[in-house]
Structures are given as structure tokens and as C-alpha cells.
T-cell receptor, first 115, second 109 residues
């Protein structure tokens, strides 16, 4: 039933490790996103994909690499984790239409803690 | 540059009415969104305004004035469960969402 689902929900890992967060949406949307929300609660877009193609790549370290095998999936791989990577990562999807604009639907979030 | 401004924090009393303001400056405009985010949870969609005026949805209403670059979210008959952060976001000319930092609303009994 979950429209946008991401796993894992909680992740505690050591500095220097590599980790992945998976995301899937069953809404049939063309666009998917990765957002980062830090301790100050500010939502920052990291990446946006439209039909498997990268359309937004904000100033994000190249240790972060998104992968979209198909338009329903957008995974996030993070290499060489650093303490500053600790945050909540939200996957999201949207479909542009005339009635609701580009309403974004979020996954439940993945709480990453780097120790 | 693009900018969304909203108050950092507001406090209101259970049963009362509160208005959360949002002003914006963006390159183009394709609508304004309000989202609610409870602590430890994901943001959830509340409302979308693309034309001037008031949109009412139950206890929540959202207003837009495009000429003034201004919106507000009005919450009536406040309940304790309304304690949350409220995020204002504007869809720019490329349909990309520009997010405000959010307003933390504290409801007191």
C-alpha cells in the first residue's frame, strides 16, 4: 500500500563505510528525488531523476551516487561516510499535472547516523 | 536568488486560530505548497495554490496573493495533534520546488 517506500529506516554505521538506501514508488510517477534534512530541519534537494534520467544534481559530494534502474526506483549509494553525513534522507516522487502542480510525495525517511 | 521566508516558530492555544505566513521571491511561479511535518516523520501534503484566493479544506485554509508574493496557512480549532512544522514551498519556472525552512507550531492546552 505504501506509495513511496525506502529502506532501511534507521542506519547506524562507522565513518569510512559505504552504505546504500533503496527507494521504490508505486504511484506511476515519472520524477523521483533524494532530499537531505539536517538537524536544523531544512530540506535540501540532492538529486532529481525524470524517467531514469538525472535532471538535478545539486552541490553534493561525489561520494553520493544515485542510481535509477527504472522510473519506479531510485537508490542512493554513499561511499566513505563522514560524520557530517548524519541526517535524515527522504526519497520522494512527483508527477506534473495541471490540477496539483508538481505535488511531491515523500517516503518515511532514512535516519542515518555516522559514528 | 530564490528565497522563501516564514517564521521559525509560533505558539498557539488549543481551540484557537493561527495564521502562518510565507513570502517568496522565485524565478517564475507554478504554484505554492504547504506541507505538514510531525517530529520524526516525513512531510505530508496539505495544500496547493496556483491562483489567487483562499482554498479551504476542513480546518485548514491556504491563501495566495501572487502579486504580493505572499501566502498564509490558516489553522482553525487547533488541536494538540496540530503541533508540527509547517513547510512552505514554491514551484519555480522549471517546476522545481524551493523550500522554506519551516515554521514550528507549538500548541498549548
Amino acid at each position: 500500500d505504501t506509495a513511496v517506500s525506502q529502506t532501511p529506516k534507521y542506519l547506524v554505521t562507522q565513518m569510512g563505510n559505504d552504505k546504500s538506501i533503496k527507494c521504490e514508488q508505486n504511484l506511476g510517477h515519472d520524477t523521483m528525488y533524494w532530499y537531505k534534512q539536517d538537524s536544523k530541519k531544512f530540506l535540501k534537494i540532492m538529486f532529481s531523476y525524470n524517467n531514469k534520467e538525472l535532471i538535478i544534481n545539486e552541490t553534493v559530494p561525489n561520494r553520493f551516487s544515485p542510481k535509477s534502474p527504472d522510473k519506479a526506483h531510485l537508490n542512493l549509494h554513499i561511499n566513505s561516510l563522514e560524520l557530517g553525513d548524519s541526517a535524515v534522507y527522504f526519497c520522494a516522487s512527483s508527477q506534473k499535472d495541471g490540477l496539483s502542480g508538481n505535488t511531491i510525495y515523500f517516503g518515511e525517511g532514512s535516519w542515518l547516523t555516522v559514528v | 536568488g530564490q528565497n522563501i521566508d516564514q517564521p521559525t516558530e509560533m505558539t498557539a492555544t488549543e481551540g484557537a486560530i493561527v495564521q502562518i505566513n510565507c513570502t517568496y521571491q522565485t524565478s517564475g511561479f507554478n504554484g505554492l505548497f504547504w506541507y505538514q511535518q510531525h517530529a520524526g516523520e516525513a512531510p505530508t501534503f496539505l495544500s496547493y495554490n496556483v491562483l489567487d484566493g483562499l482554498e479551504e479544506k476542513g480546518r485548514f485554509s491556504s491563501f495566495l496573493s501572487r502579486s504580493k508574493g505572499y501566502s498564509y496557512l490558516l489553522l482553525k480549532e487547533l488541536q494538540m495533534k496540530d503541533s508540527a512544522s509547517y513547510l512552505c514551498a514554491v514551484s519555480d519556472s522549471n517546476y522545481q520546488l524551493i523550500w522554506g525552512a519551516g515554521t514550528k507550531l507549538i500548541i498549548k492546552p
